[in-house]
Nanobody, 114 residues
Framework: QVQLVESGGGLVQPGGSLRLSCTAS????????MGWYRQAPGKQRELIAVVTNGGNTNYADSVKGRFTISRDNAKNTVYLQMNSLKPEDTAVYYC????????WGQGTQVTVSS
């Protein structure tokens, strides 16, 4: 069973940047699509970015043009580069297999505030 560990969150001012990492305990080579999700206080978890094994990406409208998802199968890691952060990006961020849900990690908290 692949376990997922997210890291890289923190407190950042509006307009700032963060890079999140999601490292798997096993190989992600065979996982077709990996996704980043987030859950803001009082809201449901939402899918915000997906990357396939072929490098194809897809984004929610709320983050398109500001966030970039990528994966390094050799390092069993998925990344989320977040630029031009807004207060509404404040949430706990998670990664998971897009089409075959694994156990959820603890997530990493991102807080955007001045």
């Amino acid at each position: 069973q692949v376990q997922l560990v997210e890291s890289g969150g923190g407190l950042v001012q509006p307009g700032g940047s963060l890079r999140l990492s999601c490292t798997a305990s096993g190989s992600i080579f065979s996982i077709y699509a990996m996704g980043w999700y987030r859950q803001a206080p009082g809201k449901q978890r939402e899918l915000i970015a997906v990357v396939t094994n072929g490098g194809n990406t897809n984004y929610a409208d709320s983050v398109k043009g500001r966030f970039t998802i990528s994966r390094d199968n050799a390092k069993n890691t998925v990344y989320l580069q977040m630029n031009s952060l807004k207060p509404e990006d404040t949430a706990v961020y998670y990664c998971n297999d897009r089409f075959n849900e694994r156990s959820w990690g603890q997530g990493t908290q991102v807080t955007v505030s001045s």
